[in-house]
């Protein structure tokens, strides 16, 4: 019923960025989570960031606070993962994913089982 489509990743060197994209059609999105995991060969699949459509309020893990920046733009039903400061070890597929907002803070939404739809992903490669 949601589909979300994520674009722009991408080969870039370490210490360079990028920005992710996802749009969202088939539901509104005005009260839903919106988040960002990311699966590297061999790992599970990782929780990144998250943003509570209304209201814009963000969550981020640990490994990409502070250079990583998740947003929205309602006019366009699409949010954004900016990437700064990119690592190798930030190498693997984006997706992202979504689910209906609630009343349980943004921090217990980091699970991938938390979320009931998904993108199919974006390849991002951070060269060293």
């Known amino acids: 019923q949601v589909q979300l489509v994520e674009s722009g990743g991408g080969l870039v060197q370490a210490g360079g960025s990028l920005r992710l994209s996802c749009a969202a059609s088939g539901r509104t999105f005005s009260s839903y989570v919106m988040g960002w995991f990311r699966q590297a060969p061999g790992k599970e699949r990782a929780f990144v960031a998250a943003i509570n459509w209304s209201g814009g309020t963000t969550y981020y893990a640990n490994s990409v606070k502070g250079r990583f920046t998740c947003s929205r733009d309602n006019s366009k039903i699409t949010v954004y993962l900016q990437m700064n400061s990119l690592q190798p070890e930030d190498t693997a597929v984006y997706y992202c994913?979504?689910?209906?907002?609630?009343?349980?803070?943004?921090?217990?939404?980091?699970?991938?089982?938390?979320?009931?739809?998904w993108g199919q992903g974006t390849q991002v490669t951070v060269s060293s």
């Open positions: 994913a979504g689910r209906p907002a609630s009343t349980v803070p943004l921090w217990l939404l980091t699970s991938r089982h938390d979320y009931d739809s």
